[in-house]
């Protein structure tokens, strides 16, 4: 099992709809989540974080975590055309062999939203 | 929000030779980490540097290969060394700081 999966996508979505994100891990040491946007040919830009069960909100984002599913998922309402980018799921975890933090990404998700 | 410059922003390189990408954080940061992203792919962690300690790198890369310096808090630099076409990708440093933040990238392309 891959430690972060994502689908691939491509996702499409209307103009003003809900973009629905989804992401699991493997490790259950996982401490922190972290939903990246990255437009093609641009570095990751970081939108949303998250540590603990439940939701978080920032203006149209909301980030869901399950640790005892091991999920993690990001809701877009109202999407877009600008919102259309790869979305990246990452998690960091504690890796003992280096001892350092590390974080982790998914291969992934394109998202296209259509006028 | 924390700011990190990255360069060059771009280098076609020929092969066999060697490109050292220079990272700088506009503050004092403990941890910096290299990136490779190839072409449609995700980001995959190169190593780990802390100011003060040897690099620590993930299963695949080297310190022959990508030699890594972290001189101070604020500035770590990544070694590309001799090159061959498989290198070509996109370099990206990042710092935990504000969560974890990225620098803009370096594409590189090795003919």
């Known amino acids: 099992q891959k430690e972060v999966e994502q689908n691939s996508g491509p996702l499409s979505v209307p103009e003003g709809a809900i973009a629905s994100l989804n992401c699991t891990y493997s490790d259950r040491g996982s401490q922190s989540f972290f939903w990246y946007r990255q437009y093609s040919g641009k570095s990751p830009e970081l939108i949303m974080s998250?540590?603990?069960?439940g939701d978080k909100e920032d203006g149209r984002f909301t980030a869901q975590l399950n640790k005892a599913s091991q999920y993690v998922s990001l809701l877009i309402r109202d999407s877009q055309p600008s919102d259309s980018a790869t979305y990246l799921c990452?998690?960091?975890?504690?890796?003992?062999?280096?001892?350092?933090?590390?974080?982790?990404f998914g291969k992934g998700t394109l998202l296209t939203v259509n006028p | 929000s924390a700011v990190i410059s990255q360069k060059p922003s771009r280098d076609i390189c020929q092969r066999g030779t060697s490109l050292t990408i220079q990272c700088q954080v506009d503050s004092q940061v403990t941890m910096m980490f290299w990136y490779r992203q190839q072409p449609g792919q995700s980001l995959t962690l190169i190593a780990t540097?802390?100011?003060?300690?040897?690099?620590?790198?993930e299963s695949g890369f080297v310190i022959d290969k990508f030699p890594i310096s972290r001189p101070n808090l604020t500035f770590s630099t990544l070694t590309v060394s001799n090159m061959s076409p498989e290198d070509s990708s996109i370099y990206l440093c990042?710092?935990?700081?504000?969560?974890?933040?990225f620098g803009s990238g370096t594409r590189l392309t090795v003919v």
């Open positions: 990452a998690v960091n975890r504690w890796d003992s062999g280096g001892s350092n933090y590390k974080l982790t």
């Open positions: 990042s710092a935990q700081v504000d969560g974890y933040t």
């Open positions: 540097a802390n100011q003060g300690s040897e690099a620590t790198y």
């Open positions: 998250i540590y603990s069960n």
